[in-house]
């Protein structure tokens, strides 16, 4: 059984930054695309970012581009998403999720993902 925990969210100002963690229990941490994903207050989860196994690819929602970056540190088993120029609309809990594709072709679809985090929530004020 694969357990993902997220860490770092909290309560920031419009035009802030956060970093968001996923640590991951398991050997086999690199054998897999990472994807996240938010949902907002009467929304659906929506996808976010992700990225490749080594971290030399990856994959962002239109409306985080230019503003989230994704990245990994295999040896430490953890997926990071930092946050710049939050905006209200960024408001929503974040869930970490492992993918069962080996690449980044189906991301966006979270049938295609098989374990996923208890979400950590981020609230941007304005």
């Known amino acids: 059984q694969v357990q993902l925990v997220e860490s770092g969210g909290g309560l920031v100002q419009a035009g802030g930054s956060l970093r968001l963690s996923c640590t991951a229990s398991?050997?086999?941490?690199?054998?897999?695309?990472m994807g996240w994903f938010r949902q907002a207050p009467g929304k659906e989860r929506e996808f976010v970012a992700a990225?490749?196994?080594?971290?030399?690819?990856?994959y962002y929602a239109d409306s985080v581009k230019g503003r989230f970056t994704i990245s990994r540190d295999n040896a430490k088993n953890t997926v990071y998403l930092q946050m710049n120029s939050l905006k209200p609309e960024d408001t929503a809990v974040y869930y970490c999720?492992?993918?069962?594709?080996?690449?980044?072709?189906?991301?966006?679809?979270?049938?295609?993902?098989?374990?996923w985090g208890q979400g950590t929530q981020v609230t941007v004020s304005s």
């Open positions: 990225i490749s196994r080594f971290g030399g690819n990856t």
């Open positions: 999720a492992r993918s069962k594709a080996a690449s980044l072709g189906t991301v966006r679809t979270q049938d295609n993902y098989d374990y």
């Open positions: 398991g050997r086999t941490f690199s054998s897999y695309v």
